[in-house]
């Protein structure tokens, strides 16, 4: 793929961007802008860079399998050097995954419904894991912790503490949540459209909102 080519897919877990059909490509060759507008810089320079994530792994080398020495809070600057890989090292020991990192401060304040929706997006076609809570599978409760997770806001893990943490309302607008009980949670996208993680066998996707759900939960 040539300088400037447009790309979409899913980050795994090292920082490559899966872009589907057995087709991946490496972070350190990717940006979240066009280029030139924030090019990459050298492994060997120092970088300043800010935590995306609500809570992320510092570890204790440049890959998810080595030890967790640390955690750092969405808004925290870190400065290091970036890895082959994309992770940056902070030195002593310290490195943290590209993948939740930015380089530039996180936003502020609650997230609209348009970013909700661009940043549920990101995550289709990944399969349904009971218990899964990250972009290797994903249950319900887990993609929508998750995508919130990314913007900044803390859900809680299951359907009904996350329909307990929001505010019922009776009109749903886009990035509000449904809630089927306390046993399925979803992603308003409009129109009576839903984002989810819907069960075995199925992607997270947009789909028609079925029957049977019970309210409509609003963040902050």
Not at 22 to 39: A, D, E, F, H, Q
Not at 95 to 122: C, D, H, N, Q, W
């Amino acid at each position: 793929a040539s300088r400037g080519t447009q790309l979409t897919g899913t980050l795994t877990s090292n920082g490559w961007l899966n872009m589907g059909n057995g087709r991946y490509i490496s972070g350190t060759v990717v940006t979240s802008t066009p280029p030139g507008s924030n090019p990459t810089p050298p492994p060997d320079q120092t970088v300043t860079r800010w935590v995306s994530a609500s809570l992320a792994n510092v570890r204790s080398g440049p890959g998810t399998s080595y030890g967790v020495v640390g955690t750092a809070s969405r808004g925290t600057q870190l400065t290091g050097t970036l890895t082959s890989n994309g992770w940056l090292n902070m030195g002593n020991g310290r490195y943290i995954s590209g993948t939740v990192i930015t380089a530039t401060p996180p936003r502020t304040g609650l997230p609209t419904g348009e970013e909700i929706l661009a940043e549920g997006r990101k995550y289709f076609g990944i399969m349904y894991v009971w218990g899964g809570d990250d972009p290797s599978g994903f249950d319900c409760s887990g993609y929508t912790q998750y995508v919130f997770g990314q913007l900044g806001v803390n859900l809680p893990r299951t359907v009904a503490a996350q329909k307990a943490a929001t505010t019922p309302v009776s009109t749903p607008r886009v990035g509000d949540l449904v809630f089927w009980g306390d046993y399925h949670v979803a992603i308003y996208a409009g129109n009576n459209r839903i984002y989810d993680s819907g069960r075995p066998g199925l992607p997270v996707q947009e789909r028609n909102m079925f029957s049977g759900y019970t309210s409509f939960g609003r963040i902050g």
